[in-house]
């Protein structure tokens, strides 16, 4: 007769949907079910300009000034220290289309680098900036046909689950009181079911001013002025 016995498997807490997916990714190399950046797809949607896959041949075709704001995982976060003594950081970020690197020095690298950690999800903002061309190269980029090398320089980076917590963003409707009848009172009542509110308030002109917060269900907005 063969024996039997029962293996008694301990109780554990549930992973976490992000932990899941990082295990999931050491084990087959890559996401399968989703992105840990689709927990965030709605802040994205707002905040994030455009996808990494993007960003290389926006700055080179873009101006000078323009601003940037991409939303990715950090893949990659190394420190480095110069033969002067100083700190700077290089790092990778990656979303559903790709991936881009930037470096940062000095001050920058003192105010962001502790939030560069692998594996924590971010909006990284950056601004196209003319390189700093060498005195022995300048002659060529005289020409107004040659374009001048661009970069990104980032200015800002800033943890995407504190996102909205931490950005003030909201939509106003003024309702002309002497303007309301029964259908179109009842007409803006129902959206407020929808929607959370923020607040109400009259001004000297004695209209309503309603507060709605964007993260919440998005409604279309009904002409309630006429």
Request: net charge negative.
């Amino acid at each position: 007769s063969l024996d039997t016995f029962t293996i008694q498997l301990p109780e554990c807490e549930r992973w976490s949907q992000l932990k899941e997916l990082e295990m999931e990714k050491e084990l087959v190399g890559f996401y399968m079910s989703s992105h840990p950046l689709d927990m965030y797809k709605e802040t994205v949607k707002y905040f994030a300009n455009i996808k990494l896959d993007d960003v290389k041949t926006a700055i080179e075709t873009s101006r000078p000034d323009t601003v940037f704001m991409m939303a990715g995982m950090v893949a990659s976060s190394e420190r480095f220290t110069s033969k002067t003594g100083t700190e700077y950081g290089r790092y990778r970020i990656e979303d559903q289309s790709g991936s881009f690197e930037f470096m940062l020095f000095k001050e920058n690298y003192l105010k962001m680098n502790h939030l560069l950690v692998n594996g924590t999800q971010v909006l990284v903002t950056g601004t196209v900036k003319e390189k700093f061309i060498p005195e022995k190269d300048r002659e060529k980029y005289l020409d107004p046909n040659v374009p001048k090398p661009k970069e990104l320089r980032i200015t800002k980076v800033e943890l995407l689950e504190s996102l909205t917590e931490n950005t003030s963003r909201e939509v106003r409707f003024k309702i002309f009181i002497d303007k309301l009848n029964n259908e179109n009172t009842k007409e803006f009542f129902d959206l407020k079911n929808i929607i959370s509110s923020r607040g109400a308030a009259y001004d000297e002109n004695d209209i309503l001013t309603y507060k709605i917060g964007i993260f919440d269900e998005t409604v279309e907005n009904p002409d309630i002025h006429d």
